[in-house]
């Protein structure tokens, strides 16, 4: 092993301040990263000038082109990313979304150096030909659910180069087995911005839910475009007195209201756009010893052991998903034991152990 840490040049469109799942976790990565010294590559974020002063990385940014769209402002993130290259000359690339794969392959062929090419499982349906660009040329590939894991094999990954590793999280400092529950209260944290997150499938369950258990409620954690059609949707069903919309929260505000409910449900299926790559909420709610209901599909099965740390249900079937949710507000025992086996289970998915891995990784393709 080198004496020096290792360089690693980080290539993504999705970094801090902005919100999203890939944003944390390319932010934790590099953060938590201590073998390997990285330098981030991303797009230019509102309130990113002060964020990037508080970082332990170097952060470089590209503009983001509104008027011309999000095409160039991919291609300005892939011409700087091959610039820096040649400037740092790092000792491995880590691609953290396949739209920078193009300056990944470039960096390889023209300066042998091998890129990690890190893969969620929406990207590879929606954009399948940078997909195999991203592939097919990698020194390694992680995969984030054995979900991801066919889809790359699909697309014609090496097993050899694949490596299944998890995102991370932040693990309360608290453990949740020991907070003050509201009775009843269901949470699902989620953007409303795609249907096969399924907050519709849990809205029409909640009528179901309240017929058994009246003191049950439902508390919506995000915002989106579709937020409008399902404040609709809880006013056709007459659920408009116990299912609220709580809007985008800060982590603090999210995880107070972790903290306190009782149950936390996300029927997340398969559609034509994608499904759930692994869904690390369910990671989160499972760390503030929340039982989940989660739809049986795709990397919802890495993320919920069924029976162990929730109960999984078919994410189509609204009335499969009440009788779950009411099952467990039935039986609060069996609900705060798998609540327990969530918060214990949590503790293999904290940071500095993924980031760990993925270090092992780079460490690995740099030696080649």
């Known amino acids: 092993m080198p004496s020096r840490r290792l360089r690693v040049l980080v290539l993504t469109p999705d970094f801090l301040p902005t919100p999203g799942g890939i944003q944390l976790l390319m932010h934790r990565l590099v953060t938590h990263f201590e073998r390997c010294e990285a330098t981030v590559i991303t797009v230019a974020a509102e309130d990113a000038e002060s964020f990037d002063e508080d970082q332990v990385v170097r952060i470089i940014r590209t503009p983001r082109n509104e008027r011309l769209g999000g095409a160039t402002t991919i291609g300005l993130l892939n011409a700087a990313a091959v610039a820096n290259g040649v400037r740092l000359r790092p000792d491995a690339v880590l691609s953290g979304h396949i739209a920078v ?56 990954a090496n097993r050899c180069r694949v490596h299944l590793i998890p995102p991370g999280i932040d693990v309360p400092a608290v453990n949740g087995t020991a907070r003050i529950r509201e009775r009843g209260t269901i949470v699902c944290v989620s953007r409303l911005d795609e249907r096969y997150k399924g907050q519709d499938v849990l809205i029409r369950a909640m009528p179901l839910v309240r017929a058994r258990a009246d003191h049950a409620r ?58 759930e790559g692994f869904g690390i909420v369910f990671i989160e709610a499972g760390a503030n010893g929340l039982p989940v209901v989660a739809g049986a599909v795709a990397g919802t099965l890495d993320a919920v052991v069924d029976g162990e740390t929730g109960i999984l249900v078919d994410p189509n079937d609204h009335v499969a998903v009440a009788d779950a949710l009411s099952e467990l507000l039935a039986d609060p025992s069996r609900a705060r034991a798998l609540g327990r086996a969530g918060a214990a289970r949590a503790q293999q998915f904290a940071w500095p152990l993924v980031a760990r891995r993925v270090e092992d990784v780079l460490l690995q393709i740099a030696r080649q």
């Open 101 to 156: 794969a193009p300056a990944a392959r470039v960096l390889k062929q023209a300066m042998r150096i091998p890129y990690l090419q890190y893969l969620y499982g929406r990207e590879i349906v929606m954009r399948p030909r940078m997909a195999d660009l991203g592939i097919h040329h990698a020194a390694a590939i992680v995969v984030i659910s054995r979900y991801t894991q066919q889809l790359a094999a699909e697309h014609g």
């Open 218 to 275: 439902l508390l919506l954690v995000g915002d989106g475009p579709r937020r409008g059609a399902y404040e609709r949707l809880v006013e056709s069903v007459g659920a408009a007195e116990y299912v609220s919309f709580l809007g985008r929260l800060t982590d603090d505000g999210r995880d107070h209201v972790l903290s306190h409910a009782d149950l936390f449900a996300m029927p997340s299926r398969l559609s034509t756009v994608g499904a």
